[in-house]
């Protein structure tokens, strides 16, 4: 079993920064991949980064490159996503999520293991 806490969503202006944590207890962190994804009102949890055991491979959704940068700290167990040049189209909840069975980044929520609770995001125009 693998417990995830997410924080530091908000209510921001478009072109600000938020910077979301999660972190683990339960299990070997460093073992895992990690990924966040969102779902907004009406539709279906979408992929928006991921990031490898040790890592050093990353994974992003073509509308959030150049503007998010996930990383992790497996001393504390913890994967952070950076959140630049925020974007009205970017208001969602924010889900982190564990894959146990590492096999190359994966984008689909249904190879995700355990969830946290998310964290709400919303970005006014």
């Known amino acids: 079993q693998v417990q995830l806490v997410e924080s530091g969503g908000g209510v921001v202006q478009s072109g600000s920064s938020l910077r979301l944590s999660c972190t683990a207890s339960?299990?070997?962190?460093?073992?895992?991949?990690m990924g966040w994804f969102r779902q907004a009102p009406g539709k279906e949890r979408e992929f928006v980064t991921a990031?490898?055991?040790?890592?050093?491979?990353?994974d992003y959704t073509d509308s959030v490159k150049g503007r998010f940068t996930i990383s992790r700290d497996n001393a504390k167990s913890t994967v952070i996503l950076q959140m630049n040049s925020l974007r009205p189209e970017d208001t969602a909840v924010y889900y982190c999520?564990?894959?146990?069975?590492?096999?190359?980044?994966?984008?689909?929520?249904?190879?995700?293991?355990?969830w946290g609770q998310g964290t709400q995001v919303t970005v006014s125009s």
């Open positions: 999520g564990v894959n146990i069975d590492y096999r190359g980044l994966l984008r689909s929520p249904r190879e995700y293991n355990y």
């Open positions: 339960g299990r070997t962190f460093s073992s895992y991949a």
């Open positions: 990031i490898s055991p040790s890592g050093g491979r990353t």
